[in-house]
């Protein structure tokens, strides 16, 4: 164990030293924009505040309480950018859901949302050949166990109350009207876990892969992220970073890799984040 620890150890102190000396720090941009750094300062922060929120993207408005943006992102000398798709919700005016079929058959994103009505939908809990893992309520339903492994939560508590993401083991999930359990809990009040700058809890910080994930705001809006890539993806420790920049309070991930998919029809707009394997619960919304 103490040999593992000094592992660890020794291999975040190389990282954070191949950052400090100019390699491997975080970039991003949008559109034609110029990359801009993100300071190597915020790449290590756990505590994040308003003014740390740095990354300010372009949004559009395809509806009321709807913002749509995408940046890129990318650690040169890596020559592969990386999209990522974010979703702005206002509660005040969409109804979040969450949805699987009742034998949990699997299927894609977007055949799911149609199915549930969702104008807005992504992957939801991990899941294993039988059914998603952990807690899943549907419409006041419980339909799987609180899982003590899965420590995030994204809850509703009544159909018109705005979500709240709990990142906590023995969340309080009694009356809850949609839900479901997710991992890794990746900040609560501001403050990123220290696990997601030094790794642990069985799973690689700086490991790339396909993400996705949900933070809510100091304006008590949802925002759904999703990397829009086929072969690289984002780490956890930069996904902290990013969702700190932006503004987050509370954020979750939810499964990533194959899984990471994201839907959305809205008027004249139509954007698809492909999955690569179907899934057995979304987490959507529809315009109340």
């Not at 003014?51 to 992102?73: K, Q």
């Not at 699987?100 to 549930?116: F, N, T």
């Not at 104008?119 to 991990?126: E, F, G, K, T």
């Not at 993401?165 to 990123?192: C, H, K, L, W, Y």
Request: net charge neutral; glycine share 10%; aromatic share 8%.
């Amino acid at each position: 164990m103490v040999a593992v620890l000094g592992e660890d150890v020794a291999s975040t102190v190389a990282a954070l030293l191949h950052r400090a000396v100019g390699g491997g720090r975080l970039y991003w941009s949008q559109g034609d924009s110029a990359l801009v750094e993100l300071p190597l300062s915020l790449q290590l922060r756990r505590h994040w505040g308003p003014t740390d929120a740095v990354i300010r993207p372009e949004w559009s408005h395809p509806a009321p309480g709807l913002a749509l943006a995408e940046l890129r992102f990318h650690r040169p000398p890596d020559p592969r950018a990386v999209t990522l798709v974010i979703v702005d919700v206002d509660p005040a005016h969409w109804r979040f859901r969450v949805y699987g079929r009742p034998d949990w058959r699997r299927d894609s994103v977007a055949d799911l949302a149609d199915e549930a009505k969702l104008s807005i939908a992504i992957n939801a809990s991990y899941f294993a050949e039988d059914g998603p893992l952990g807690l899943v309520v549907s419409d006041g339903t419980v339909r799987n166990r609180q899982g003590t492994r899965r420590a995030a939560h994204f809850l509703v508590d009544r159909p018109l109350s705005p979500p709240r993401i709990e990142n906590e083991r023995s969340a309080d999930v009694a009356g809850v009207e949609q839900g479901f359990q997710g991992f890794p809990a990746i900040m609560s009040g501001g403050r990123t876990f220290a696990y997601m700058r030094t790794g642990g809890r069985g799973f690689s910080v700086r490991e790339v892969d396909r993400r996705s994930a949900a933070c809510t705001n100091s304006r008590g809006h949802v925002l759904f992220f999703a990397t829009d890539t086929w072969t690289s993806g984002l780490s956890f420790n930069d996904l902290a970073t990013i969702l700190g920049a932006l503004g987050c309070v509370d954020a979750m991930a939810f499964d990533g890799g194959a899984s990471t998919s994201m839907w959305i029809d809205v008027g004249d707009l139509r954007r698809n984040v492909d999955g690569l394997d179907g899934v057995p619960v979304i987490l959507g919304a529809s315009k109340r």
